[in-house]
Structures are given as structure tokens and as C-alpha cells.
């Protein structure tokens, strides 16, 4: 206590107390030490000399775990007596109390060399082992430790554990199959092997890639579990890598018996099936086995893609078409496995035994049980196309339509309306039924120009003024600039020579010089109207507005032209007079306004 004191607070006031009790104990550890060898000398008793210093090392050791002399005196009783186990016991709990490893590991390493027995060697190799491991932090040392365990005891569990996942961890899997054979070989006849061969067995395939030796190995689980699912995936492997496709196959088919998983049986069906039609070149045996594959898993579309392929490659049309229609009748299909089967048969009809009329049939068959199929829609619309069928193609297009509509597709749905006038209008001709698909097209989309276009030009033909006039209507939002102008010009047009609307053709050829002020046509004509309909307050407003847009002398014309209406329709002689003196502004010496004013005084 008093060198801990010491060690810990060397400048304490009572450190000088402290060093001196250090320095007595000191003095009266050496006085007994040398007592002691005195008395020790003083014994002729080898065994006596022996126990004594024992006895005084362990009580030294009781009380100074850490001193030297305690390790002086042991390895005096074992300088004299080797074998002594009781000192060697000792001074092993002496290095491993005071931390002295490595002087401990040599100590083993001695003890070791001059140890004879098989199970005390054992002993002493774990200690170090152990010693390595946990001590010194020394994987490398305590590997080394634990195969000499392993070569006195083979399956010995810790020391077989630690070098196995030592092994694994630096992927040394040459030293591991070596541990684990090593392991192996010391086992008794009767045990089960099974799993050490098949670490082994795996190590040597998957890690070392070392095919004959994973073989030996495999043979002998062979012996014991002939249908060990790893070592038949081994043989597979194996014999592809050989070649020896008759045995791969042979072992394809014991993997495909053992194994409950529907997919997984369908797995190695494909390879059965790609091994005897590629590599053992038999068909039949090939046409075998993708039949089975049906019969497994109807779902799948591989074996009977396959079946057909061997068909065709065989040009066998009626048998491929028979093992369709009967797979039809065998199974309850979804929809979409009959529309493939479908799919499959028309293939055959169309391009192998030319028979149009049943691709047709076989088309509207799977419009029966899927009436939005597109292929079949397609097909059909092309075919009948192609034909000049233009009724059967209106209905296929009616169709289409209404899935459009139902599917919210807005698109797709006009551009097919769109499709089925335009058979009304050029292959029928039947401009009636045309109108009423354009005039669909435009309530769903209002601003459809192509709809507009058409309904125009029907109505043109057809002298449909009244029609006409409303399609234009429609379109005239859609239209800018001169555009828009002429259009509202042939609507004024319409409006006063075809409907006899004095009033809406006004209208509209305001709404042209709204647009187009300077449209000499747009003024002569409102000009005309309102002379035609005796409108005459309209038309002294209207020369009154082209009195404002001329200038100079040009404002005269209309001034003249204004009390003429004032004068000689409206008899207003004072809005008269009052414009002729409006002429004499302008121009001063205008006759006709100094004669109607001359007139008016007198």
C-alpha cells in the first residue's frame, strides 16, 4: 500500500515516511529471502528442499503477488525437479497474475517440448491457444495453436470452431478443407458424416472450383442420400461441364421428383427440355417434356411456345392446331391464356395455311370473351379495311369508340368518330350520316377544327345555309385576325341572300368594320341594307360615322349624302340645313348647299 501511496502522490508530506517503510520492507524481504536459502541449503531431502521453497513461494506470492523472488524460488524447484506439478502450476498463475504473457508462452512452449503425454500436450496447446486468442489479441498465433490442438484431436469442437471461422474469414479455403478433412478422418466408423462431407464438398465446388475433388466427396453422400439435393445440383453442374448430357438429364429428372415447389419443377423442366432437343437432339423426348410442363403450370406461356415451335419447325400445322383446340377444352383458362391460345391458332391460319376467313373468325371469337382486345380490334379494322368490308369496319370502329368513352380516352374517341364519317362521307356517300359523327366529335370538343372543317364543307355542297351559318358560328371563336373578318363577312352574306336576316347581316357587318374599320365592302354594304329596309335614322348615323373618318373635301360627298336623308326621307329641314351648312364650311363655294339653303330663306 505505502509503494501504491507513493507511486500515486509523490509529493505528499508523508512520501518520505512512505519511501522509508518501503525500503525496511525491502531490507526484511531480502533478510527472509536469504534465511531461507540458508535453511534450504541446510536440507539434504531433495523432496523436503522442494516443499519448503513451495510453501514459502506461495505465501510470498500471498503477499507480493509481483515479486520476482516468488518466480526465482519456482524455477529453482523446477531446475531440480521437473515434473514437480505443483510448481508448475504456480508459476503459470504467477505470469498469468501479473500479465506477463509472453514469458508465459515460452514457459508453455518449454513445458510443451518436454511433455510426453498426448492429453496433457492437448491441455497445454489449448492453454496457449487460449492465451493467443484472448490475450494477446493474436489470431495468427492462436490459429497456429488450435491445429496443433486439431492434429492431437482432430473434432475437437473449440479449436475446430475458431479455425473454421478464422479460414472463412480470410477465405482460405484450402486451409479449411484441410481442417475439415483432417476432422473428418479421425471420426469413427458408424457416425454420420453427412454434413462435414457436404462442407467439404461445397468448399472444394463453389470455392476452389475443384470439380474432381468435390466429386470424391459427393460420391460418398451419393452412398448415403442418393437424391441430397446439393449433390445433385453438383452433378448438374458437373455434367454440363463434361458434357455428358445424358446423365445430366437423368439428374435433371431426379432434382425435378424431389422437389414439392411447382415453380422450381417448371425450372428444371426447361432445362430438361433445352437438354434433350439441343444437346441429345430428341424431339420426342423434348415434346415429352413440354407437355408435362403444361399439364404443371397451364399459366405459363414457355412450354407452349415451345410445343408450337417444335410444330412449326416440323411444318405439323393440324397437330398443332389439334393440341390447341384441346387445350381449350382440357383446361379452364383465364381470358388471357384464351386469348393466346387464339392468338396462337391465327398465326397458323394466316401465315401457314392461308385461310383468311378463319383468322376472322378466330379474331371475333376473342372479341367475345374480351371485347376491348386491341389486337383484335386492330386486326380486324386492317382486315376489313384491306377488304373494302366498309359495314363490318363501322361497327369494329363503333366499338372502339365506346371503350374510348369508357376509358375516359377523349383523343382516341374522336379521331375514331372522326374515322367512321369520314366512310359515311366517302365511301358511302352519305353526307346524313357524316354529320351527325362530325356534329358528336364537336359536342365532346367544341373547337375540333377538322369537325368544322367538314361540317363545312358538307353543308356547302349540300346548300345547307341555315346549317351552314350555325357550323360557322361555332367556328368563328376559333378564328383571328383577317380570318375571323372574312368569315363574318360570309356570314353577312349568308345572313342577308340566303336567310333574308336584314338584321343579323347588319349585325355581322358591324362586327366586320369592329374589326376591319376601313372595309370599303362592309360600309357599302350595312349602306345598302338600310336603304333596302328603309332604315333611314341607321343611315344618317352611318354617314354621320363616315362624315368623322374623312377629311377635307371627301367629308362633303357624305355630308351631302346625310342631308339628302334628313331632307328627303326623314323631312328634317333643320338637321337639313343645319348639315349644308356643314358643306359650306368645308368648302364655301358649294352650289348645291348655297341653292338648298337659298331655297329654305325664301
Known amino acids: 500500500w505505502a509503494g501504491m501511496a507513493l507511486e500515486l502522490a509523490p509529493e505528499d508530506p508523508r512520501a518520505e515516511d512512505f519511501a522509508h517503510l518501503l525500503d525496511e520492507s525491502a531490507r526484511n524481504r531480502q533478510s527472509r529471502y536469504d534465511a531461507l536459502m540458508d535453511e534450504v541449503r541446510s536440507i539434504r531431502d531433495p523432496r523436503q528442499r522442494s516443499a519448503l521453497m513451495i510453501e514459502q513461494a506461495n505465501l510470498w506470492f500471498d503477499e507480493a503477488p509481483s515479486d520476482l523472488w516468488v518466480e526465482e524460488l519456482l524455477r529453482n524447484v523446477l531446475k531440480r525437479d521437473p515434473r514437480n506439478e505443483t510448481a508448475k502450476n504456480l508459476l503459470d498463475e504467477y505470469y498469468e497474475t501479473n500479465g506477463r504473457w509472453e514469458e508465459l508462452v515460452r514457459y508453455l512452449q518449454d513445458r510443451v517440448q518436454k511433455t510426453p503425454r498426448k492429453s496433457d500436450r492437448l491441455a497445454l496447446f489449448q492453454r496457449l491457444a487460449e492465451i493467443a486468442q484472448f490475450n494477446l489479441d493474436d489470431e495468427e498465433g492462436a490459429v497456429s495453436w488450435h491445429r496443433e490442438v486439431l492434429k492431437l484431436s482432430p473434432s475437437e469442437e473449440t479449436s475446430l470452431k475458431f479455425c473454421v471461422d478464422f479460414y472463412s474469414d480470410k477465405e482460405d479455403w484450402r486451409a479449411l478443407v484441410g481442417v475439415y478433412d483432417a476432422a473428418l478422418r479421425s471420426r469413427t466408423r458408424g457416425r454420420n458424416d453427412s454434413a462435414m462431407l457436404v462442407q467439404i464438398a461445397m468448399l472444394l465446388w463453389k470455392n476452389l472450383e475443384d470439380f474432381k475433388g ?30 455428358d448430357w445424358k446423365r445430366l438429364l437423368g439428374v435433371l429428372q431426379t432434382r425435378q421428383s424431389n422437389e414439392d415447389d411447382v ?84 398465326e397458323i391460319y394466316r401465315d401457314h395455311l392461308n385461310l383468311p376467313v378463319m383468322v376472322i ?241 325664301l
Open 361 to 601: 373468325n378466330a379474331y371475333n371469337k376473342i372479341l367475345e370473351f374480351e371485347p376491348g382486345n386491341k389486337e383484335a380490334l386492330n386486326a380486324l379494322e386492317t382486315k376489313y379495311r384491306e377488304d373494302g368490308r366498309w359495314n363490318d369496319l363501322v361497327g369494329i370502329l363503333n366499338r372502339r369508340a365506346d371503350l374510348a368513352e369508357g376509358a375516359g380516352d377523349v383523343s382516341a374517341r374522336i379521331e375514331l368518330l372522326r374515322s367512321i364519317a369520314n366512310i359515311w362521307l366517302d365511301k358511302f356517300s352519305n353526307p346524313s350520316k357524316a354529320v351527325g359523327f362530325f356534329e358528336t366529335v364537336l359536342d365532346a370538343v367544341p373547337e375540333d377544327e377538322g369537325a368544322i372543317a367538314s361540317l363545312i364543307g358538307i353543308f356547302e355542297q349540300r346548300k345547307d345555309w341555315a346549317a351552314l351559318f350555325a357550323t360557322y358560328e361555332r367556328q368563328l371563336d376559333l378564328l383571328e385576325g383577317e380570318a375571323r373578318v372574312d368569315r363574318l363577312r360570309q356570314m353577312a352574306r349568308i345572313a342577308h341572300e340566303r336567310l333574308e336576316d336584314a338584321d343579323g347581316a347588319l349585325g355581322l357587318w358591324k362586327q366586320v368594320l369592329e374589326e376591319a374599320p376601313d372595309d370599303e365592302g362592309a360600309w357599302g354594304a350595312i349602306e345598302t341594307l338600310n336603304q333596302k329596309n328603309a332604315r333611314w335614322e341607321d343611315l344618317a348615323d352611318l354617314y354621320r360615322q363616315r362624315v368623322e373618318r374623312a377629311e377635307g373635301v371627301d367629308q362633303t360627298v357624305w355630308l351631302k349624302k346625310l342631308g339628302d336623308v334628313f331632307a328627303d326621307k326623314l323631312e328634317d329641314t333643320d338637321r337639313a340645313a343645319g348639315v349644308w351648312r356643314e358643306v359650306l364650311a368645308v368648302d364655301p363655294e358649294d352650289q348645291l348647299a348655297h341653292g338648298y339653303l337659298r331655297e329654305q330663306y
Open 263 to 346: 415453380a422450381a419443377k417448371f425450372e428444371l423442366g426447361l432445362k430438361m427440355a433445352a437438354v434433350a432437343e439441343t444437346k441429345l437432339k430428341n424431339i420426342e423426348k423434348a415434346i415429352d417434356i413440354w407437355k408435362s410442363l403444361v399439364r404443371l403450370d397451364g399459366q405459363r406461356t414457355e412450354a407452349r411456345d415451345a410445343l408450337r415451335r417444335l410444330y412449326f419447325e416440323g411444318r405439323k400445322w393440324n397437330a398443332l392446331l389439334e393440341f390447341l383446340k384441346d387445350d381449350l377444352k382440357l383446361d379452364e383458362h383465364t381470358v388471357e391464356h384464351r386469348v393466346e391460345i387464339h392468338r396462337q391458332m391465327i
Open 214 to 243: 468435390a466429386e470424391s466427396y459427393f460420391k460418398r453422400i451419393k452412398l448415403n442420400d442418393p437424391r441430397n439435393a446439393l449433390m445433385l445440383q453438383f452433378y448438374s453442374e458437373h455434367y454440363e461441364r463434361l458434357g
